[in-house]
């Protein structure tokens, strides 16, 4: 079924809309809330709760082009409220692994004081990755928003590790660059 078709059983109230996002974007959803959390009972807690907060927020939403995109950030939410949660006092190493790639690009926000840092982030990050070709932003967006490994995103880009490695590299220069152009101390 299409999005779009998926979508408007959501604007009818139509139960079967749940059936069938689960059956079009349940598995690509749970990976992502898996590499969150690594924990089955909680991913399918994050997946199953996708579904009642699409339910809720589809209207006023209408994500008929975006639908995966949609219910993604919806998982992706959840699954970092459940981390936090889990490790209220510790940081969890998984995620952190990722996240350490690009400290030296916003490790000087204190992201969750600083209303105005964070809606000129936004600006900065939407901005950088506007501006970046097809496949760079591919790299950026599968490492650092679907926290993929190296070798996933080679394997999905049929390229060496390496190569990966080096333009994430590069994509961290050039956004630390755009950051303090922007004025944003990092």
């Known amino acids: 079924m299409e999005d779009e078709e998926i979508v408007e059983l959501y604007?009818?109230?139509?139960?079967?809309?749940?059936?069938?996002s689960s059956d079009k974007y349940g598995k690509p959803l749970r990976k992502i809330s898996w590499k969150i959390i690594p924990?089955?009972?909680?991913?399918?807690?994050?997946?199953?709760?996708?579904?009642?907060?699409?339910?809720?927020?589809?209207?006023?939403h209408e994500p008929r082009t975006w639908l995966f995109a949609f219910l993604a950030k919806i998982t992706r939410a959840l699954s970092v409220d459940a981390v936090r949660k889990s490790?209220?006092?510790?940081?969890?190493?998984?995620?952190?692994?990722y996240m350490d790639e690009l400290q030296d690009c916003i490790g000087g926000i204190n992201m969750e004081d600083q209303l105005v840092d964070k809606m000129v982030l936004k600006k900065s990050l939407n901005g950088f990755l506007a501006g970046l070709d097809k496949g760079k932003r591919d790299f950026f967006v599968r490492r650092y928003w679907?926290?993929?490994?190296?070798?996933?995103?080679a394997d999905f880009h049929h390229c060496s590790e390496n190569k990966v490695k080096?333009?994430?590299?590069?994509?961290?220069?050039?956004?630390?660059?755009q950051l303090q152009a922007a004025g944003i101390e990092v």
Request: hydrophobic content about 40%.
């Open 11 to 20: 604007l009818k109230r139509d139960e079967q809309a749940i059936k069938e």
């Open 166 to 177: 080096v333009e994430l590299f590069r994509l961290r220069k050039k956004l630390k660059g």
């Open 39 to 60: 924990d089955d009972a909680t991913v399918e807690e994050c997946v199953n709760d996708t579904w009642l907060k699409a339910w809720e927020s589809i209207p006023p």
């Open 87 to 97: 490790t209220a006092k510790k940081r969890d190493a998984v995620t952190v692994s």
């Open 146 to 153: 679907f926290m993929e490994s190296v070798k996933e995103i």
